[in-house]
């Protein structure tokens, strides 16, 4: 079924109202929470207890203050923005996690953009050096499990080892970041461009074992987040490389999300879900491939192509800002957006908020706004 185009200018009332939203529920966990460190809500109350498991979402809810002052200039996110920044600062060592891309990519490198100060520029390149010590003999980064797991989540990551590497010049950086790439289009990246959340390799030989999957429906399936991820992250990785076969891995994981997405292309948590099970979205996914989309728009060449995948961002968007998504009416809700998936599994953050969901929505929103991708970054 065909749908009329989307025309941006006349959602560009929409997306405003939104993001007067965004800072509304901004400055109320400011005020309610000090210090505090969002991941997901628990009945749209952020959670403040049990597995809180933050290492990897301490970027988000400074991501979205740095994207509101970018936008707004309104002082009044400065400070905060920098305060939960510089508190980042000790992680450009931290070889504990493979996310530091995500920590540092949504905090020191918009406040880089903004002030072009040396110092931030010397913990990016640091925090990119710490993640390439995490490369194996398989060829690419090791996830926090352990150095026989790869994940599809890393793509949103090794774009800071490639940002550090075009920093320094520094080409042992740009081959480590290159391989892991290869690896995981080669591994995780399916023909029809479904993806595998997590791959497993025979540490001593680097000999690729099997697909596996922790947030995933199974093994075999497609976690919706995970091909999200990998939209993005090869979308990225071909910016910051300038190596076409990204593109066309990213173009590959894109066409594959818009053949399988339902209607207003939202999508389940899982693509693969049987009828039996509740087929939940998880609004994380789409907002994460409405901006990957949005990069992805600027990236191709085909005037066609481009049109294809920024309709896509925009039918993503305008679903997302609906008061299905948006909880305008529901002020007892303290998320941006609702309907996020963290763990099926073991019951986390299901149906709820999520702290990347909220960010990745602000910085696609940013991006539809301005009309251009790098308002976002
Ligand atoms: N562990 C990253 C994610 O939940 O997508």
């Not at 990119?128 to 026989?148: D, E, N, V």
């Not at 680097?206 to 399936?221: D, K, Y």
């Not at 989309?293 to 896509?312: C, K, T």
Request: hydrophobic residues 40%.
């Amino acid at each position: 079924m065909s749908r009329p185009l989307l025309d941006r200018p006349t959602l560009v009332p929409l997306f405003q109202e939104t993001l007067g939203f965004v800072a509304a529920q901004s400055q109320r966990i400011l005020a309610q929470y000090p210090n505090y460190l969002p991941m997901y809500t628990v009945a749209g109350k952020w959670n403040r207890e049990g597995e809180r498991w933050t290492h990897w979402c301490e970027g988000f809810f400074p991501g979205i203050l740095w994207l509101l002052y970018k936008t707004t200039r309104d002082e009044r996110w400065l400070a905060p923005a920098r305060a939960y920044t510089r508190r980042l600062e000790p992680r450009q060592y931290d070889r504990t996690v493979h996310d530091l891309g995500f920590l540092f990519f949504s905090t020191y490198l918009r406040e880089y953009r903004l002030t072009g100060e040396a110092q931030l520029r010397e913990v990016l390149i640091q925090a990119g050096r710490t993640l390439a010590l995490r490369r194996q003999k398989g060829g690419y980064l090791a996830s926090f499990i352990g150095p026989q797991s790869l994940f599809i989540d890393i793509m949103m990551n090794v774009g800071l080892i490639f940002w550090a590497a075009n920093a320094t010049g520094d080409d042992s950086l740009r081959q480590i970041a290159l391989e892991h790439c290869r690896t995981t289009a080669r591994t995780l990246v399916r023909p029809e461009g479904g993806t595998a959340h997590e791959g497993i390799f025979d540490p001593d030989t680097g000999a690729f074992l099997h697909e596996s999957t922790h947030q995933g429906w199974t093994a075999a399936s497609t976690w919706t987040r995970g091909l999200a991820w990998a939209i993005y992250g090869f979308t990225a990785a071909h910016r910051l490389s300038g190596e076409e076969e990204f593109l066309a891995t990213a173009q590959r994981c894109a066409d594959c999300y818009l053949r399988r997405a339902p209607e207003g292309l939202v999508p389940w948590w899982d693509f693969d879900l049987p009828a039996n099970v509740p087929h939940l979205w998880d609004s994380s996914a789409g907002a994460i491939t409405a901006s990957g989309l949005w990069d992805l728009a600027e990236a191709v060449r085909d005037p066609m192509q481009q049109e294809r995948y920024r309709q896509g961002a925009l039918t993503l968007l305008q679903t997302l800002c609906s008061d299905a998504f948006v909880p305008r009416q529901r002020p007892e809700w303290e998320g941006i957006l609702m309907h996020g998936v963290y763990h099926y599994h073991k019951g986390l953050g299901v149906d709820e908020s999520v702290a990347w969901g909220d960010h990745f929505f602000v910085e696609a929103l940013v991006k539809a706004l301005a009309g251009n991708a790098e308002a976002g970054w």
